[in-house]
């Protein structure tokens, strides 16, 4: 286990800029999950922990230890890939025992680490075959042992699995969870999916365009995202984003005006005449037969526990999807109406940052 501290760091290939100066701070046994849209820069970030690339400034220190420019190998950390990158030749036990094969370790040294780091995830039975007779899952699982068989003090992940049907991907989710509450490992663990984010991160980090956009645990970047990007980028079904103008500001917020003329209280603090970008979580409308959100129901997801109507689009503002309880029952076509407590209204200013919220 150990700490991951980096500062100013950066990578240009040639005059592209791929990652701009960036700090991260990220404490030992921690589990961190960096999502973005792809190209932003994610693997960038881990193959330069990791000293698969070299950065353009700044540095990297493991454990306090400055590492930024020391080989891979002495990094004292693993990397899980998408691709498993088992070698077929090999079984699996020699799969997992090859980092510790080239590392010169003592033969029964060996056997115990495979032993055990086999037993932790379930590969016991599996330990003669060879990769092509495993399924997904299990040929993921062994990927993972031989990264952790020789105890890395930090273990990268990038997408790890993204490769595996949806179910299987609920299972080691599930995996790296207990994975991680038992190994106590500092992880990087980078995806798309921002239901892993939610789920398996201490804290998330969010990019885009190279740079990091916000750092926080997934509630509070739930909650209060930065910027628009982080809103986005965070929640499932995502918040309802629509195009509003703020038409009058007092002490208790804003009266937001929206494209079809109705109106919205915000307990944000902004100026009249800024052009905004409206957020509501969906979990937050509420029936409201006068309320501002309202349209035909186009689309009813029902979900067992809960259920989402998608609002018809109006113009410039696009479908509205609300939350509704499970036993809910509602026709296509129907109009359901919406509203919201000023306090759960999300306002992004032109500058795509969330408008400063006034205390309740
Ligand atoms: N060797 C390289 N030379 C030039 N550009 C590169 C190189 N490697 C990556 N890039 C560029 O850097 C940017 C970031 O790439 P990176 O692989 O870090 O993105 P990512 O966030 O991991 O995306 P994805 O989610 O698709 O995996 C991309 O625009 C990519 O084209
Ligand atoms: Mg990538």
Redesign the pocket.
Same mark, same amino acid.
Not at 36 to 47: D, E, F, H, I, V
């Given at each position: 286990m150990a700490s991951v501290a980096i500062a100013g760091l950066s990578?240009r290939? +040639?005059t592209?800029t @791929?990652?701009a100066p960036t700090d991260l701070s990220i404490e030992d046994g921690e589990f961190v999950v960096?999502v +973005?849209? =792809?190209?932003? +820069?994610? =693997?960038?970030?881990?193959?330069l922990i990791a000293g698969l690339?070299e950065p353009s400034t700044g540095s990297i220190a493991i454990g306090g230890r400055d590492v930024t420019h020391a080989a891979p190998a002495d990094r004292g950390l693993a990397m899980v890939f998408?691709s498993y990158a088992l070698y077929p030749h090999l079984t699996v036990a020699e799969n997992i025992a090859f980092p510790l094969k080239v590392a010169k370790r003592p033969g029964a040294d060996i056997a115990a680490r495979v032993a055990a780091v086999a037993e932790s995830l379930d590969l016991t039975t599996l330990l003669a075959r060879r990769p092509g007779a495993l399924s997904g899952g299990q040929r993921q699982r062994v990927s993972i042992a031989r990264a952790i068989v020789r105890e890395p003090q930090v273990l990268l992940l990038?997408?790890p699995l993204s490769n595996l049907d949806a179910e299987l991907r609920v299972r080691m989710r599930h995996e790296f969870a207990r994975l991680h509450a038992r190994l106590a490992t500092t992880m990087i663990y @980078?995806t798309?999916d921002q239901l892993e984010a939610m789920t398996l991160a201490n804290r998330i980090v969010v990019?885009s365009e +190279?740079r990091i956009e916000q750092v926080g645990a997934p509630l509070d970047l739930y909650a209060a995202p930065a910027t628009l990007h982080v809103a986005r980028a965070i929640g499932s079904p995502g918040m309802n984003l629509m195009p509003a103008m703020i038409e009058e500001a007092d002490a208790d917020g804003v009266t937001v005006r929206l494209p079809d003329g109705h109106a919205v209280r915000a307990s944000v603090a902004g100026a009249a005449g800024t052009t905004v970008m409206l957020g509501v979580r969906p979990e937050h409308l509420v029936p409201d037969a006068a309320g501002p959100f309202a349209g035909p129901v186009e689309l009813f997801e029902r979900l067992g526990p809960l259920s989402f109507a998608h609002l018809g689009a109006r113009g410039a503002i696009g479908t509205v999807v609300a939350q509704l309880p499970g036993d809910r029952r509602v026709t296509l076509g129907e109009t359901l109406a919406f509203g919201i407590a000023p306090d759960r209204v999300h306002l992004f200013g032109p500058d795509g940052r969330a408008l400063p919220r006034l205390p309740a």
């Open positions: 990578k290939f +040639g592209t @791929v990652l960096i +973005g849209p =792809s190209g932003c +820069g994610k =693997s960038t970030l881990l193959r690339e998408q990038d997408e @980078v798309h990019m +190279g």
